[in-house]
T-cell receptor, first 110, second 115 residues
Framework: GQQVMQIPQYQHVQEGEDFTTYCNSS?????IQWYKQRPGGHPVFLIQ?????EVKKQKRLTFQFGEAKKNSSLHITATQTTDVGTYFC??????????FGQGTELSVKP | NAGVMQNPRHLVRRRGQEARLRCSPM?????VYWYRQLPEEGLKFMVY????????ESGMPKERFSAEFPKEGPSILRIQQVVRGDSAAYFC?????????????FGPGTRLTVL
């Protein structure tokens, strides 16, 4: 079945450093979504990418969708302690089911 | 506009008991999804329902688990004869329609602990 892999599983950074998480799908995706889950919280939708090669920015966050629509990345510039949490990518399969990656847990040392 | 509501937020059961988890979707949303999250793992799709219909239950274990979304009232995820391995966070999400690309709005989750 379709798999969505995410790396790294954990990332520890010093406040102010950059952070990137990568997402790869075994099949072409119609779109990719990114969610953030704070410790003890629930996933919250961040953004959706639809077009091949699309790049979207939200303040210090930059999201990219690969040309082949099989991979995506999330880059955070100059991390802050408020960025702490687990970042999940998720892609829709043919049946409309949302397949989540395993997530990248980000910790930020002040 | 209330978000997705789940209750209880925490549930403790002994092995062999039944667990009932409830989810009320956002107003205007007719599509409900249930996910399970084991400690330090991602979200695993369990089931997708519309009112009175199970659309996709490919992620549901074959035994002991069932889900419904009646015409009136919340969606229910039912786990019979719970075992320790059922301990997890169970999240419900809703969306206004099936269309791939719709954002899913998640509830706060029910954290099930099986003793």
């Amino acid at each position: 079945g379709q798999q969505v892999m995410q790396i790294p599983q954990y990332q520890h950074v010093q406040e102010g450093e950059d952070f990137t998480t990568y997402c790869n799908s075994s099949t072409t995706l119609s779109n990719i979504q990114w969610y953030k889950q704070r410790p003890g919280g629930h996933p919250v939708f961040l953004i959706q990418l639809v077009k091949s090669g699309e790049v979207k920015k939200q303040k210090r966050l930059t999201f990219q969708f690969g040309e082949a629509k099989k991979n995506s990345s999330l880059h955070i510039t100059a991390t802050q302690t408020t960025d702490v949490g687990t970042y999940f990518c998720a892609g829709h399969n043919q049946g409309g089911k949302l397949i989540f990656g395993q997530g990248t847990e980000l910790s930020v040392k002040p | 506009n209330a978000g997705v509501m789940q209750n209880p937020r925490h549930l403790v059961r002994r092995r062999g008991q039944e667990a009932r988890l409830r989810c009320s979707p956002m107003k205007g949303h007719s599509h409900v999804y249930w996910y399970r999250q084991l400690p330090e793992e991602g979200l695993k799709f369990m089931v997708y329902l519309q009112k009175e219909n199970i659309i996709d239950e490919s992620g549901m274990p074959k035994e002991r688990f069932s889900a419904e979304f009646p015409k009136e009232g919340p969606s229910i995820l039912r786990i019979q004869q719970v075992v320790r391995g059922d301990s997890a966070a169970y999240f419900c999400a809703s969306s206004p329609s099936w269309v791939a690309g719709n954002e899913q709005f998640f509830g706060p989750g029910t954290r099930l602990t099986v003793l």
